[in-house]
């Protein structure tokens, strides 16, 4: 089946302006990841959805990052009032299920790369 | 807090060859997963392969396989027969719970 997808694949936009960054997972996963990865912190987790429970967010870095997941599919994060540290590749991921030593796999997408000028 | 280090930035392979990818982590933990992802230019992660921490048989796919050391904490990728296709960014990972832990990652460059 198609695997995990993500747009736009790159965002430029300007400091201060939000941005909307969209994953749509593959299909009867219902876990969902975000991971931001930049060149100067590395690939880090952002946030993480499992079903109809309630997302854990520990990893946003500040209040301006926000994610919501519908009906239990797509998902959508996003970022208010850019700031230049924000530019770095945006990945998602999902998987079948997950519990505290879940043992599916993380499929990832392909990212999406957002330039703050 | 668990960390993954990746203490070579960057290696290089003749095709054909065997290369070694080495990576260390830090946990109190005595469950859980390690995982190679490779990333090529594409950006796309994939994963490689992957070693439950409770299994003493070290895991093989193919052209990969990991020496799991788990009392010295070391997880190393052999890549055999090297392939052109093989030149990516390859991160090591570590899960106790529901995140990835990353290392920095090793760059692979394949030459013919």
């Known amino acids: 089946g198609a695997g995990v997808s993500q747009s736009p694949s790159n965002k430029v936009t300007e400091k201060g302006k939000d941005v909307e960054l969209r994953c749509d997972p593959i299909?009867?996963?219902?876990?969902l990841y975000w991971y931001r990865q930049s060149l100067g912190q590395g690939l880090e987790f952002l946030i993480y959805f499992q079903g109809n429970s309630a997302p854990d967010k520990s990893g946003l870095p500040s209040d301006r990052f926000s994610a919501e997941r519908t009906g239990g599919s797509v998902s959508t994060l996003t970022i208010q009032r850019t700031q230049q540290e924000d530019s770095a590749v945006y990945l998602c991921?999902?998987?079948?299920?997950?519990?505290?030593?879940?043992?599916?796999?993380?499929?990832f997408g392909p990212g999406t790369r957002l330039t703050v000028l | 807090a668990q960390t993954v280090t990746q203490s070579q930035p960057e290696m290089s392979v003749q095709e054909a060859e065997t290369v070694t990818l080495s990576c260390t982590y830090d946990?109190?933990?005595?469950?859980?997963?390690l995982f190679w992802y490779k990333q090529p230019p594409s950006r796309q992660m994939i994963l490689v392969i992957r070693?439950?921490?409770?299994?003493?048989q070290n895991a093989t796919e193919n052209r990969f396989s990991v020496n799991f050391q788990k009392a010295a904490k070391s997880f190393s990728l052999k890549i055999s027969d090297s392939q052109l296709g093989d030149a990516a960014m390859y991160f090591c990972a570590y899960k106790t719970g529901y995140a990835l832990n990353f290392g920095k990652g090793t760059s692979l460059l394949v030459t013919p």
């Open positions: 070693q439950e921490a409770y299994k003493q």
């Open positions: 299909s009867g996963h219902t876990a």
């Open positions: 946990t109190s933990e005595s469950d859980y997963y």
């Open positions: 991921a999902s998987s079948r299920r997950q519990g505290r030593l879940g043992t599916d796999t993380q499929y």
